[in-house]
């Protein structure tokens, strides 16, 4: 067995804490208020309070310990890892003063940081910084939400469309928001297809492109997409929410450059940072290419605040307090690992891609496995061969439940359920007993660049539940 | 000049920065992944790595150093306040594993941590914890839309009422949900306002009470509402993300008891723990008194999760990624404090409320000044004395840019405008000058147990203020 122990964990953490105890040191000259010493401060009063602050923490310790190790390599489920110890650092300072990043009078600096960090992104996309609006979010639902609203506000009577593999928070937010909304077959592999799409999107208000769907982390074809949109006189959002941080490797060779190359021609794009971003939970962004939809959110507060000559988020977001944290976090990562094609960001980035590429090759060659597909981004869906469909999604069940009750060499990976009848067509060999039935596959999740000298490891894994399985 | 130092800073922090060390050295066990040392894990890169964390850092700390003085009694401006260093302490923790309370596979502690807060709050306004349906938002905003999507949901044509003094978040998120909406006067003085009332109720889905309206502090009547909304079939939703926490106090003999107490009639209720409830942003709260609501969340993913045979918290919210942080560093503060009328978390809300009435009494005891109305929670509106509405606006907001121009003896206020006609209405004897323009006045928000001892410190800065301004 790889005994797994990434290295620099103490380095990297005993650098940041004297950091953040010299912010302290400072911080109390600021005069740092604590509610729960103003009844008393007396000496016994203190101690109390840290014997019971230290017997809370205990329980709380062993609570969090017991939490799926989604640090590790092995832990290939969902969409989980930790933030970068950069933005942890950031984003606890900023808690610590809690500014709001509602209006500019709520934290100066977190408010100023997020628009640097929106410029940047906006770079990053390939939308002129200067005339787009756009700002961070508590999430990508509300992201998404807001580019969903614009889309109202600016077709109040014309449908939004979107794939299949769009994530369900576009058809919710629509019901959400009374639009009408369907999903249309994104297909392009003929003049047929072609024509068909543009059928489908006459008379649509906005068109919604994954980049990156959460299922298969596919990027559709925003390329092919956005001249027939704009022919049609359709807006495009683009839910990059999971991929849009790929961005940056578009011209690295590790994935379909094309439809990142069309990013800034998106009426909107959403992208979560704290996904892909190595930012903590909530930390979504979306962004606007036209900055004049501001004029959708204007309102008016009875509070005056300092500074109303300047830009104030509160007037170009829908939702009012927010962590100024957040802004702070991404700002200092940012700063330190930088956001261009060469920077250690991306660099972080085409290890998940590799580690992605490797498995799928290491599956690939496995006459016990079999790819979904080949993967476009990080995620991968393959599943244990069998001459029935039923029989695949028994076996993908039980390799998922067996390979987390494997103690030390436990492996955690997450199901996904493919349309029978999709599933049939792309493998005709298999035996479909009924083709309305979903059929259950394996997914993982390669979004730790950890995973990458995992790749083998994982794989016995794989094999050693398989073989426990099928030896029963 | 009082030298304001609180107490006991020091102590706090270094009793938490250990626990925090301990937490990084266990966790390392775990295997973190720090994704930037992937490259290469000599230890000149290291050390390039450091030094630039450390440059990074000082520019950041100058930043966040430069924030208007939010931790200080002499900030009583917006409502802001640090969050208890327990909570920052358990966030901080939290965002390190990066756990998502969006399913419980994403985090199972800090999801499980959100039940049983959820059934804490639950307990505090007085709903029964087995019936109820809650969970966390990333503020008051979502929670607030949750409330009025769930009103629409029911009731799907008809309107939202709430009185003028409602957020403006209220009116919004109606016209983002496609709703009906107005405001409608809550005036109950007399057997002829009762009957305007019952009549502009009639026929309503959904009528939205606030107790601790973010204007003035506020508490709305919900005791008389309430009978009368049920007697009309008209649901009641109450909007305490500000004053929610106040309901421990609702027997001290510091507030309006009635409309707390009627608290557990409501049919939701959204409170924020993010501003009283001593946590970092973003913390909001909804829950429903019917848990039966939750038919409406319902939505199918393609990813199976772990554990879906228990309550997913994923199936009960409009979100999807949530930070486990927030769950966690609630729970924490809970366990520490207390949530009940006689723990450390109800001292310090009391402690809020008579910095309040002190400094009341203070501003009605000096001829100079004149309150807008006896506060009824922790915020105070005032204005000084003057013949016309115009010199009192005018010297409202010179008082309040000069105030904070004072270095070390600054004050930091904010504006708060009040409806022409309403403040002839409350104030004949002052001359309006235009009826229809609003007048403005100052504002303070008492929310730092610190404000308790600063009181006759902070009147002393007003008048000096007063003072400059009018011998110029």
């Given amino acids: 067995m790889i005994t797994f122990q990434p290295l620099g964990t103490k380095l990297m953490y005993k650098t940041l804490l004297p950091l953040l105890e010299r912010w302290f040191d400072e911080a109390e000259l600021q005069g740092f208020s ?7 401060d007396s000496q016994s009063d203190a101690e109390t309070f840290t014997k019971k602050a230290k017997s809370v923490f205990e329980v709380f310790m062993s609570r969090m310990g017991s939490c799926y190790p989604f640090h590790q390599a092995a832990y290939a489920g969902q969409m989980l890892k930790p933030p970068h110890p950069a933005a942890w650092l950031a984003y606890a300072i900023a808690t610590s003063v809690n500014t709001n990043n509602h209006a500019l009078d709520g934290g100066p600096e977190t408010s100023e940081m997020e628009k640097e960090v929106i410029r940047s992104l906006s770079r990053m996309v390939g939308y002129e910084p200067g005339t787009t609006l756009g700002h961070l979010t508590s999430g990508g639902t509300v992201a998404n939400l807001e580019a969903l609203w614009v889309a109202r506000c600016l077709h109040p009577n014309k449908p939004v ?12 937010m629509c019901s959400v928001l009374g639009i009408s909304s369907r999903a249309i077959p994104f297909a392009f592999g003929s003049e047929e297809e072609v024509d068909r799409f543009r059928a489908s999107i006459a008379g649509a208000g906005t068109l919604v492109v994954t980049l990156g769907t959460t299922g298969t982390g596919q990027t559709e074809p925003l390329d092919v997409i956005l001249p027939l949109c704009m022919e049609a006189g359709v807006r495009v959002h683009v839910d990059a929410a999971y991929g849009g941080f790929f961005t940056l490797l578009k011209n690295s060779g590790f994935l379909r450059s094309a439809p990142f190359e069309a990013l800034g021609g998106a009426d909107s794009i959403v992208i979560d940072p704290h996904k892909h971003g190595l930012q903590p939970y909530g930390c979504g962004c979306v962004l606007f290419k036209d900055a004049t939809v501001g004029r959708f959110y204007k309102h008016d507060s009875p509070y005056t605040y300092f500074s109303s000559d300047e830009l104030h988020l509160g007037e170009i ?39 992605a590429r ?45 390979t987390m009750q494997q103690g030390d060499k436990s492996l955690y990976l997450s199901l996904y359920k493919v349309d029978g009848k999709e599933f049939s067509r792309l493998f005709p060999h298999v035996e479909s007993g009924n083709p309305t039935e979903p059929v259950t596959l394996l997914r993982s ?12 490891e994982m794989h016995n894994r794989l094999r050693a539940s398989l073989q426990r399985i099928t030896a029963q």
Same sequence: chains 1, 2.
């Fill in 34 to 40: 604590l509610p729960y010493s103003y009844h008393s």
């Fill in 161 to 172: 469309l979107f794939s299949a593999q769009a994530h369900y928070t576009h058809s919710r």
């Fill in 317 to 355: 977001t829908l939702e009012c307090s927010r962590a100024g944290a957040a802004a702070a976090a991404l700002w200092f990562t940012i700063q330190l690992l930088g956001l261009e094609p060469d920077s250690a960001f991306a660099a972080m980035l085409r290890q998940c891609l590799e580690a």
């Fill in 358 to 402: 490797r498995f799928a090759s290491v599956i690939g060659d496995d006459p016990r496995f079999e790819l979904l597909m080949q993967p476009e981004t990080d995620i991968v869906c393959y599943f244990p061969k069998a001459g029935t469909a039923d029989d695949i999604s028994r076996l993908s069940r039980e390799i998922f439940r067996d």
């Fill in 445 to 456: 999740v390669f979004m730790k660049p950890d995973h990458l000298v995992f790749i083998h």
